[in-house]
Nanobody, 122 residues
């Protein structure tokens, strides 16, 4: 059974940093993708960043250069370091995982964490 647990959100001022964590376990296959999505009130869920188990990663234009992945394979945990945060980054952030990598489209992912709130004040 697949489990995805996301955490690490909080409240920071603009320009600050946060690190989100995503622990995914229970996959039958070694290859999978982990993707961070976010959803602000009244807006659609959008893909923020993706990392595949082969090391490939991609970021949305809105976060490119500010957000960076790292991994702790021993803990099956992926971290998203978020720097230079802006008020427009405020949203509920969700980690999703799947053996089948579907880009940054949320409908392509079956396994989701419960979400963690990120609030950036100006």
């Amino acid at each position: 059974q697949v489990h995805v647990v996301d955490s690490g959100g909080g409240s920071v001022q603009a320009g600050g940093s946060l690190r989100l964590s995503c622990a995914a376990s229970g996959f039958t296959y070694s290859h999978n993708c982990i993707v961070w999505f976010r959803q602000a009130p009244g807006k659609q869920r959008e893909g923020v960043a993706l990392i595949a188990s082969n090391g490939y990663s991609t970021y949305a234009d809105s976060v490119q250069g500010r957000f960076t992945f790292s991994q702790d394979n021993a803990k099956n945990t992926v971290y998203l370091q978020m720097n230079s945060l802006k008020p427009e980054d405020t949203a509920m952030y969700y980690c999703a995982a799947d053996p089948f990598c579907g880009g940054l489209s949320p409908e392509n992912y079956r396994y989701w964490g419960q979400g963690t709130q990120v609030t950036v004040s100006s």
